[in-house]
């Protein structure tokens, strides 16, 4: 296709000389990257509520899709499937860098497209039931007109995996982007900002917003020249708030949106989450608002979103609902079970029981109920709830007077809440399994 002049030339000049992130195709042969908003059994979770079978013809387009982690790992995972991928990028250089990485893997799912996401009303690419479109919007000279172009294309029953950049987390790199703006005012040339740029980063003061928050942000360190230009010497670069992504998605457009931070899920949007196993005195009446002002608090709690990245689908019905006795709950993102958990819960003897979570570093006094550790016992990933409460019911203790869907229902809510705000739970609804 041919190019359009409806994009930023500094951006695709960029991504032409200096593609992001910069990715070795014969490294496919060691490794798959996994991209968390491309996780089927996430799409399926919170965007088709559980339902969800990714055969018959399921369309996915990743706009902007640069050297392809997103467009790899969704072509991976819906191999033999008959599903299609399409790919989008301003880049010819970070497109063939994709294409040379699917050709090592052996996938043929793909078709690749070069060009403006903008421009995709206009070239005949058909409707998608999953668009992801991760690191984007936030580089266009107007961001909204990339979403409506999304729109556009998705259909009615798809949904979008989207992430753009966070303010407060970002508060550091956007004071570096304005140094160096200064310090390179009089040279045009990337070399020559790449130099100053490494000369800069080795004489920062202690005092320096950016050095102080170097644990939030390590691209320049991780992907060389490739990371610290986009990190840094980006050309086009702004970032939301999680209250400006309410009024630009669901104010705007309507849109239902499920947070979910990369390895934490919307944990790092809920103060009860950051706070520790101990309750302060604010956090009741925190806990009680909508949960657009719960994110917008837990967001300058933290202070350590750098993006936001999240789910958005038509309405609140697009995720799987908890309390549906036919849907399969699962765990997921780490080998954690189900029997593990139970007889952690079963050896302790505090109630309610701490979670010390390693992977995502959260502690939480959950309550574990009468029957969680039971519930816990017989979840496989195979049996809906329905069998497992069948199960619980068999236990010696219960069969005199045994519990009800409802009742274990709601005995199991906590730990299902807690486990799923971490994206460890999740569901699927046996019309969906494979």
Known sequence: MTLQNNYLHDVREQYEHLPYPPRDPQDESKRLITTWLDDLPMINHYCYAGRQSFRNGFRALVAGGGTGDGTIYLAEQLRNTGAEIVH????????????????????????????????????????????????????????????AALLKVKKASGALGVMVYGQYGRTGIYQMQELLRLINRTTAEPAEKLATAKEVLKTLPPSNWFRRGQDLHRDHLVFGDSGLYDLLLHSQDRAYTVEEIFRWFSDGYGLHLQFTDVGRGRSSYMPDMLVGPHSPGFLADVCARPLREQYAVAELLSGALTMHSFFATQSAANVAPYGDAEQIPFFFHEPVTGPQLSALIHKSKVAPFVFNHAHTGITKAVDQGKFGKFILKYIDGKRPFADVFALVRAEDQFKRSPPGDTELFADFQPLYDFLNAIDRLLLQHPSAAG
């Not at 497109?95 to 995709?120: C, K, M, P, T, Y």
């Not at 998608?128 to 961001?143: E, K, M």
């Open 88 to 147: 989008i990028d301003l880049s010819a250089a970070s497109i063939e860098i994709a294409q040379r990485r699917a050709q090592v893997r052996g996938l043929a799912n793909v078709r690749w497209l070069h060009g403006s996401l903008l421009d995709l009303p206009d070239l005949d690419v058909g409707e998608f039931d999953y668009i992801n479109c991760s690191g984007v919007l936030h580089h266009l000279a107007d961001p909204n007109a990339g979403l």
